[in-house]
């Protein structure tokens, strides 16, 4: 019998259950799915295949010091499945748990129910995979990322040839794509590593302060991000080594909040497993119905950075060059997308998804609503461009590094976007549409009706955290 390990987003040699007990019996062949489609799904984009890349490489160099190495399968879930059956008739098949958008769950799922029992799936992220309750779930993750790292697969002795392609001979079929995308995040376990290390000792230093510049955040976050939806680190990992160090270290407030967060990620991812339809449904259904229609035009110059609002378009430019940028300008464009200009989130959130590298469903559709005001359990809350403008760039010079042709331009007039003919004509009215979308989400916000539903929202998805675990 041979062991058949399928990587999807968990690109790592060590701490990884797949990889692991596929490899027990020394005799394992370890495949990577590209499915193209997959990669133009919602939210999907090339950077994020680059990124994923750079994670397979690091990973099959480190595979074949112990006898084995990476095959790419081309197609679908599906022709996976065909091909296994052809192949093999004596195989058992490991994967990680991914909790990923529609077009990845469905094929998935199809391939798990036709192996049923010559198939295991390995958990992820102490998500609770079967028997969701959310009264328990912190202490259930808190029992995962205490439990012992997973060590380093077994040599393989397999030496079976497939007709399956090699990663690199892969990869050079498809880099050209990769052109032209030069300033994302680097991917592979190597990187990771030197960003927790450098984040720990040193980067971290007043992060609960900077992380809310776009221009300091840089530095002072992590960025572990994109590590984190591709694998090359699991959180299990992070967590661990933090707290091995915050003893021995300063800025233990600043270490603290970042651990806060390794929480976060998992609750977040935990919402979409436990109800994939938030990909499409507002977390309150009643919110479906208030943004019925929308605009291409406008929702073009948002993802263009073509607003007139100098902060806001700084931010979108930042974002399509590095792939990335902090929490606080993420909310802020999105609450200009949906209060200031109106539009369904499900119409402009896969156009951001595609923007960030490291593009995590679960956290991503999740923050995307609770910035949309349409979760019912979280206060909605409309972020003012000038004011953001102001406290994170009170010289302007940020924004005029991203916008040259303001670079005269008093920041009192860029911060107030008052610009006449030096720039693009404002899209909308700040004020007029602040109130429009503050009057309508409160208005809805006040029935009975609304209230039994947020209920129901706050006992399948609302954080118990509170009341049952300590944080440190
Ligand atoms: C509209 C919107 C969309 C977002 N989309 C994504 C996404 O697709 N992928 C993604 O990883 N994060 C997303 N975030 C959350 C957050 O902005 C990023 O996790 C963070 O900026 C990543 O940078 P970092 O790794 O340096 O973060 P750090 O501040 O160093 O945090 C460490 C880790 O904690 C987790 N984390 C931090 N903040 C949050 C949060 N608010 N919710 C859940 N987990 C969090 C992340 O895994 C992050 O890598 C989104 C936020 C908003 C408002």
């Known amino acids: 019998m041979i062991d058949i390990v399928v990587l999807n987003r968990n690109l790592r040699l060590h701490d990884n259950a797949a990889l692991y007990y596929g490899s027990l019996n ?18 999907k984009s090339v950077r994020q ?21 990476i095959n790419i399968f081309e197609g679908s879930f599906d022709d996976l499945k065909k091909w296994i059956k052809v192949n093999f008739n004596d195989c058992f098949i490991h994967i990680n748990h991914c909790t990923d958008i529609d077009y990845f769950r469905k094929g998935f799922e199809k391939f798990k129910h036709t192996f049923g029992d ?4 390995y958990d992820d992220y102490g998500l609770q995979l079967t028997n969701f309750d959310r009264d328990t779930w912190s202490k259930n993750w808190n029992h995962v990322m205490h439990s012992s790292l997973i060590g380093a697969p077994k040599i393989n002795k397999n030496s079976a040839e497939t007709n399956l392609i090699k990663f690199n001979e ?20 190597s990187v990771a590593n030197e960003l927790l290390e450098s984040f720990l000792n040193e980067r971290c230093e007043d992060y609960r302060i900077k992380m809310s510049s776009p221009s300091l955040s840089e530095d002072s976050c992590s960025r572990l991000s994109p590590h984190f939806t591709y694998g090359s680190i699991s959180i299990r990992q992070v967590y661990q080594r933090l707290n091995e160090l915050i003893p021995l270290l300063d800025n233990k407030k600043d270490l603290y909040s ?49 607003t007139g609002f100098p902060f806001l378009d700084a931010c979108m430019k930042f974002l399509k060059i590095s792939g990335w940028i902090n929490f606080r300008m993420r909310a ?7 209060y200031n200009m ?17 593009y995590e469903p679960g956290i991503h559709i999740s923050q995307v609503q609770m910035q949309s005001g349409v979760t019912g359990i979280n206060l909605p809350r409309i972020y003012s461009i000038p004011k953001q403008s102001m406290d994170q760039d009170p010289s302007g010079e940020w924004i005029k590094n991203l916008l040259p042709q303001l670079k005269n ?58 009341r049952n675990v300590k944080t440190n």
């Open 409 to 466: 331009v008093e920041p009192k007039l860029i911060h107030s976007a008052e610009l006449n003919d030096a720039y693009l004509p404002q899209i909308v009215d700040l004020k007029v549409s602040a109130k429009f979308a503050r009057d309508k989400v409160w208005g809805i916000r006040k029935s009975k009706e609304f209230k039994e539903e947020a209920r129901r929202v706050y006992l399948k998805h609302g954080s118990r955290r509170k």
């Open 258 to 306: 970042f651990k806060k967060r390794l929480y976060w990620h998992c609750h977040f991812v935990q919402k979409l497993h436990t109800e994939p339809e938030l990909e499409f449904n507002s977390m309150h259904r009643m919110c479906d119905e208030l943004r019925t229609e929308h605009d291409n035009e406008m929702i073009d110059k948002w993802i263009k950075g073509e």
């Open 342 to 358: 109106w539009q369904p989130w499900q119409k402009t959130s896969p156009l951001l998804a595609e923007l960030f590298t490291d």
């Open 26 to 43: 020394s005799n394992y062949i370890v495949i990577h799915l590209y499915d193209k489609n997959y990669w133009k799904a919602n939210g």
């Open 49 to 69: 295949l680059k990124f994923s890349y750079e994670c397979l490489q690091e990973l099959d160099d480190s595979l074949k010091k112990i006898g084995s190495e």
């Open 332 to 338: 802020m464009i999105m609450s200009f997308a949906s």
């Open 118 to 121: 010559m198939l295991k799936v």
């Open 170 to 189: 892969h990869k050079n079929k498809i880099k050209s794509k990769f052109t032209n995308i030069e300033h994302i995040q680097k991917g592979g376990t």
